[in-house]
């Protein structure tokens, strides 16, 4: 199990989980739970807006790359470089589309 996973069945972190929500395989439900060990201004998933960008919750540059490298481990992708950018990084949206992307979903 990895470290996403873990924060993912904790009720501390995603305080409405339901056994319907754990055995759903949801992109975005997966990345809220990977950003909030990194998210410095987040305690829980309930607490991220798709749309707001991700430096107003906390998310600096060293953030940024953990965050990318379990995101890694998470999906089991490889970020190329053309998605190591500010615009992929801004918004959860746009995260989870790069990694749809990747996933080629």
């Known amino acids: 199990m990895n470290l996403c996973n873990f924060y993912f069945l904790n009720q501390k972190i995603y305080p409405s989980i339901s056994q319907e929500i754990v ?5 975005l439900e997966r990345l809220k739970v990977c950003m909030v060990e990194h998210l410095k201004l987040v305690t829980s998933v ?6 707001k960008e991700l430096t107003t919750l906390g998310l600096d540059s060293m953030a940024a790359t953990n965050l990318m490298l379990d995101l890694e481990d998470e999906f089991e992708v490889t970020f190329p470089d053309e998605l190591l950018t500010p615009d992929v990084f801004k918004t959860t949206n746009t995260l989870n589309s790069a990694i749809e992307e990747l996933l080629d979903l």
Do not use: F, L, W
């Open 23 to 27: 055995s759903v395989n949801n992109t």
């Open 46 to 51: 309930d607490q991220i807006d798709n749309d």
